[in-house]
């Protein structure tokens, strides 16, 4: 009994580095199919309308609240810092280099992501995978590097767009709360926000994305036990993405500071 929480701790362990090791092979995969580029194209078509066309709406929607709920918290302080000025930049400079990113990464892995698993969950125990494999077919060729690729680019399509409504939601907030023009409101954006402001929010999109696909499809291909293993996969898969959206953001902000 003494021994059973060093024990569970190092069972913990063990499952941690076994699944980090799975995604790494899987991420090898991936990239062994994408150099030189081997891909469906059918496939990424189709994989690139449903995970980035259809969640453009809920990702502007979102992203517009975000930008005016920015301005709601920012006008206290600089009203009382009589700085009205640096409002666009108090709301802009986090919105485009963390909460955008970060909050369009976990909806994508909450919509997206899971949705990934689920599929692929389901032909894994539908034995289709096996199906493919008989014929010859390599499954990471039609199926895993065509949703990489997809939601790396749709990923950061989101983000851009989601970045846009951001401005307009701010923008329109501002106007509304502060009596601040929106002509003036962008031009002062212009000055106060740099390129690389916006340039690290879209990096960042571009590493969720990636990360998304991979802890999805691992998940996804390692799923069993019928409906129930599937929904546990995409249960960890959804938590995985989370956790990997965390630590690459710490990451990339220390590098992109």
Known sequence: ???????????????????????????????RRLIPPRLDRRELIRAGERFGWQSAPIVAVTAFFTGGIMVMQSLPYVEQLQAMRLLPWASAFATLREVGPVLIGLMFSGRVGSNNTAELGTMVVTEQVDALRLLAIDPYYLLVAPRFVAMVVMMLALTAIGDCFAVLGAMMTASAM?????????MLMREQITLSDLLSGLIKAVFFGGAIAVVSCHFGLRASGGSVGVGRAVNASVVGSAIGIVVLDYLLTWVLK
């Open 1 to 31: 009994m003494r021994f059973e929480g060093v024990r569970a701790l190092g069972r913990g362990a063990l499952a941690i580095t076994a699944e980090g090791g799975g995604m790494a092979v899987m991420l090898g995969r991936i990239l």
């Open 178 to 186: 502060a009596g601040m023009e929106m002509f003036q409101f962008l």
